[in-house]
C-alpha cells in the first residue's frame, strides 16, 4: 500500500511533476534543432516548446490553487508527533507523520485507531516557547 500524504502536499507534488515534465518537454524538442534535422526537427522543436510551456502554465495554476486551498486551510497540532500541520476538509492526513486526523464525529470511530484530533489534542500540550509570539 502507497503512503499517502496531506492534501496540500498532493496538490504540490502535482504541480512539480507538471513543472519537470513540462521542462523535459522542452529540453526533448529542442533536440530537434540541436542536432540539425532540418525543417522537420523545427517542427518537432516548436510543438514540444508549446506542450512544455502549456504543462508549465498548468503547474503555475495548481500551485496557485495549492496556495489559495493552503492559506484557507485549518491549522491543528498532530497528536502524533506535535507539530502544525494544516488540514483541508473533515479528514485529512498530518504533513509530517502522515497520521489521519478528523475533526468531524463521525468519522471519529475510524480514525480513532490511528489517531483522532477530537480523541488526543486537549491531553497533549506541544512545547511552544520557540515560536513567535505576536504583540
Known sequence: MRMRSSKVNEFRLWGLAMTMGGMLLMIVGLAGI??????AGRIIAVIFMIIGMISMMVSMGIYF???MLSTSAT???CPECGRRTKMLG???RCMFCK???TVDPQYKSDADSEASV???LPHFHP???HEHKPH
Not at 540541436?34 to 525543417?39: C, P
Open 118 to 120: 477530537e480523541a488526543h
Open 75 to 77: 491549522v491543528i497540532d
Open 34 to 39: 540541436v542536432f540539425n534535422w532540418g525543417t
Open 65 to 67: 490553487w495549492a496556495g
Open 99 to 101: 497520521t489521519i486526523l
Open 90 to 92: 473533515k479528514t485529512d
Open 127 to 129: 512545547n511552544r516557547d
